[in-house]
Each structure stands twice: as structure tokens, then as C-alpha cells.
């Protein structure tokens, strides 16, 4: 037994069963192990969960890097990423940062801290990308923008309960985002990417 592999059941069960719910008890019936186990590694659940956000986090922040640099254009990476989400929270029922802030309120305000960072950052260079690119107007002041287009996510996921309603309203808030910034090369890619979306 690893504390890796600690990790990742945990984040299979957090993710897919709420934070709350899954106790470590059932952590250590999933691992075929005693819950001695997991202890030697952790000191108790809100431990476990702060190893958990944080791989998490690592991993979206290397895969959201990735899409975006290989995307073909800043719009089409925007997209990309918004189906990654989708997908990688499409098994649970509760929005997963609405059920940090609900009952593990310090660990959600170190992730809210990094997450701010990590997103400026994102977003920013996606939108100066599709600047160079022609798919979004010269003349855009970048920080506000990125700023603006995080504050929408930021209160969806905040006052969102259920994941399967947030993903729809953080598509409506891409679109309202791009919309705001494009050019007409950047309102035809908007749409062809809007028709290939499926649920």
C-alpha cells in the first residue's frame, strides 16, 4: 500500500460521492485494507482530502497548459477545455468546489487561492493567443478580460449545486466570453464550435 494509491481511491471516491460522504472507513473496504492503514499516512480525512485537491489541481493545471498549447486555435482551446471539465466531473452529482466550501471551508479557500493564479494566467494567454491569431480584437484590455471571463466561472461555481447545471451555465458563460471579444473570423470559429457540441 502506497500513499499514492491512498490518493487516487480517495479521489475516485470523493469526486464520484461528495466529500462528505465517503468516510475513511469506506476508503479502507474499497482498498481491502484497515483503516490503520490509511492513518499511518494521513492523519485523519480533512489530511487526505487536502493530498487529494492538490493532486487534482496539479493535474488539471498541467492538462489545461497542454490543451491550450496544442490547441489549433485560442477558441477551439477554450472549447477543449470546457469538455475537460465536463468530462472529468461528468460522474458526480454535486458540484465537487461546492462541497468543499459547504464542509471543508479552509481547504476551498486554499484552492480558491491557487485556482485565482493558475486561471489569470490561463486565460490570459489564451486571449492574447487569439489576439495574434485574428480571432479576437486588438484593441481588448487582456487582464480585464481574462478577470471578467473568471469572475463568471468563479460564481457559478459558487452558488451551483449540481454539476450537470453548472457545465451547461459555463458553456453559456464561454460563449457570452467569446462573443464579447470576437472577430467575425472569431464569431464564424465560435459557431462551428458551438454546432459540435453534444451532451
Known sequence: MTKDKIINKARE????????????DDIATEMCCSKKTIYKFFANK?????ATVIEVQNEIQA???KILNESENAIAGNFEVTAYFRDMFK??????VHQLKKHYPDIFLALNERQVKECKVWFASNIQKGINQGYFRSEID???YAYFYYMLLFQISENTVYEREAAALELKA????????ATPKGLEELEHQLAQISF
Not at 470523493?14 to 475513511?24: D, E, H, N, W, Y
Not at 480533512?46 to 487536502?50: D, G, M, S, T
Not at 460522474?91 to 465537487?96: G, K, M
Request: net charge negative.
Open 63 to 65: 492538462n489545461i497548459t
Open 174 to 181: 464561454l460563449e457570452y466570453h467569446i462573443r464579447a471579444m
Open 46 to 50: 480533512e489530511v487526505l482530502i487536502a
Open 13 to 24: 471516491l470523493f469526486l464520484r460521492l461528495g466529500f462528505k460522504s465517503i468516510t475513511m
Open 142 to 144: 487582456v487582464e480585464n
Open 91 to 96: 460522474s458526480s452529482e454535486t458540484s465537487p
